[in-house]
Nanobody
C-alpha cells in the first residue's frame, strides 16, 4: 500500500505560479512511477504529468507542456508539480497518483494508476 497526500493548492491569479507537493508513505516510493491528474467541475479526470521512478523520463500532454514541470525527490518520498503561467482553465482539483510499474510510459490513463491521493484544489482567477 502507498498513501499519498497532496498539498500546495490555492488561489492564484492568471499568469501566476504554484508548486504542488505529494508526500508518499508506505512501500518503497522509488519503486513507483508517479503522476499528476486533474479534474475540473463537470469534466473527466485528465492526465497532467508523469515521471518514471528515477525521474529520468517525464511526460506531459500538449495542454501543459512548457508550463508545468514534474519532478521527484526519492530521498524525501515526494513528487512535485511546478505550475507556471497558469490559466483560468487550469482550475481543478489536482490528484497525485502512483503506478506499480516503475518504467511507465505513455499513455497515462486513470484506470492504469494503482494509488491515489485525495486531491488539492487549484483555482486560477482571471
Amino acid at each position: 500500500q502507498v498513501q499519498l497526500v497532496e498539498s500546495g493548492g490555492g488561489l492564484v491569479q492568471a499568469g501566476g505560479s504554484l508548486r504542488l507537493s505529494c508526500a508518499a508513505s508506505g512501500r518503497t516510493f522509488s519503486g513507483y512511477s508517479m503522476a499528476w491528474f486533474r479534474q475540473a467541475p463537470g469534466k473527466e479526470r485528465e492526465f497532467v504529468a508523469g515521471i518514471s521512478w528515477s525521474g529520468g523520463s517525464t511526460y506531459y500532454p500538449d495542454s501543459v507542456k512548457g508550463r508545468f514541470t514534474i519532478s521527484r525527490d526519492n530521498a524525501k518520498n515526494t513528487v512535485y508539480l511546478q505550475m507556471n503561467s497558469l490559466k483560468p482553465e487550469d482550475t481543478a482539483v489536482y490528484y497525485c497518483a502512483a503506478d506499480r510499474n516503475p518504467y511507465k510510459t505513455d499513455p497515462w490513463r486513470v484506470y492504469d494508476m494503482d494509488y491515489w491521493g485525495k486531491g488539492t484544489l487549484v483555482t486560477v482567477s482571471s
